[in-house]
């Protein structure tokens, strides 16, 4: 884990308080990107911070190169891939598959209704299928891609974190969450993560390889039969909301992540029929992957995982910021606003004497409001840490003035509840430890 230092003594702010805002900042939407942004950043900075500290360009044992920079994977260092699955096609891919096979290829229908709607793979209870051939049929549309290996409950059972186990034995996780109004699920789309940021288990472990399409899905039909079932929470409920915020970079594996949307939002039997709106795409920032998402027109949430409003402390946190900036990266989550007209999630995590200055929130809040009003939603969440970190969530005290700092400017923001820190909710922190776990006992 990279360690912190503090700023150098020569280093000269001035105190954040009566801080007067970059007069342009209402009205540099014409100048968004660089000049209007820069400036920003410029006035904005203190010249003396006594809380701020800063991590060093270590990078985390085993993911570093020469020069100490974390290195940044595309590229999965696994290329083993699962077997076709039904989830992996749309309808007329399914009805080739099969035709291909030998079945008619109207059983496309019938399997898809048991796996999307049913939510079964189970071929004694397909009864609507001819004994005969039946579980052939059903072996080459449902192999075996995931199995369940732990699950841990907590918040009074309103929270369940599953480790998955994977056709290659790698590991990855999901997190099914019951609130008042909804359920929620966190799923993974890589196993590991290339992206490398130093306050996340799971750019601890590197990137080992890309789900496939239905590998992916495999974790929302499993969550909701679990929902349904009454697992979570003790009585049935509803599955309504997906977020792609759990292991992986979901703009690296752009092409599974997107098939992945497509059966979510699909009408049965080609999928589960779930509305685009309580599907979240997360990502630390890969422009040309949210190019590509705006180009596809589908609404569902952008959310941005920004965690620094500026570049200085972004190229640490983040080392993707080395390739697009701040700049370049609101400008392109503005423009999926103005194509799909969906508010984007700005996801911030607030780390004590890191990045939860109220000089930063105010930062944030100029950089938004450059491009316009009402655009996108802050959601501050304060860090989960991982074991062994050195760092830690802010305290109460500060959180509320990041707050009030971005409300104050006119920012709608929502402090993201906190699940599962008993079970180790946070990304990656249970497949790691299972990883360790098994390589100490060999």
Known sequence: MAKLKQPGSGEKRKPSRGRTPFKGAASASNTTGSAGDKELMRRAKPRRDPAQVMPTDQAPEGASSPDARPVLRFQATRRAKPQAHLADFDLAGRKQLLKEAGFPAFRADQLSRHYFTHLTTDPQVMSDLP??????????????????????????????????????????????????????LCISCEVGCGMACPFCATGQ?????????????????????????????????????????????????????????????????????????????????????????????????????????????????????SR????????????????????????????????????????????????????AHVNPIPLNPTPGSIWTASESRVQAEFVDTLESKGITTTIRDTRGQDIDGACGQLATKSMKERLGSE
């Not at 399409?213 to 697992?231: F, H, M, Y």
């Not at 979240?280 to 609404?299: D, F, H, N, Q, R």
């Open 324 to 375: 697009f900036k701040v700049s370049e990266l609101l400008d392109a989550a503005y423009e999926y606003f103005q194509a799909t007209g969906r508010r984007v999630s700005i996801e911030y995590a607030l780390i004590k004497n890191m990045n939860d200055q109220a000089w930063r929130a105010g930062l944030l809040a100029d950089l938004l409001n450059a491009r316009g009003r009402g655009w």
């Open 205 to 321: 472990m590197g990137l080992t390889r890309n789900l496939s399409t239905a590998e992916i899905v495999e974790q929302v039909r499993l969550a909701r039969k679990a929902c349904e079932e009454g697992e979570l929470g003790g009585d049935p409920c509803h599955l309504s909301n997906v977020v792609f915020m759990g292991m992986g970079e979901p703009m690296v594996n752009y092409r599974a992540v997107l098939g992945a949307v497509r059966r979510l939002i699909a009408d049965p039997p080609e999928g589960f029929g779930m509305s685009a709106r309580g599907i979240t795409v997360s990502t630390v920032g890969l422009v040309p992957g949210i190019k590509k998402l705006t180009a596809e027109k589908i609404p569902v949430t952008l959310a941005i995982s920004l965690h620094a409003p500026d570049d200085e402390l972004r190229d640490q946190l983040i080392p993707l910021n």
């Open 131 to 184: 004994a005969k051939g039946r579980e052939e049929l059903t072996d080459l549309a449902f192999p075996p891609l995931v199995e369940q290996v732990v699950v841990r409950s907590g918040d009074q059972g309103m929270t369940r974190k599953y480790l998955w186990r994977l056709f290659d034995g790698a590991e990855v996780e999901s997190v099914l969450m019951r609130y008042p109004s909804r359920a929620t």
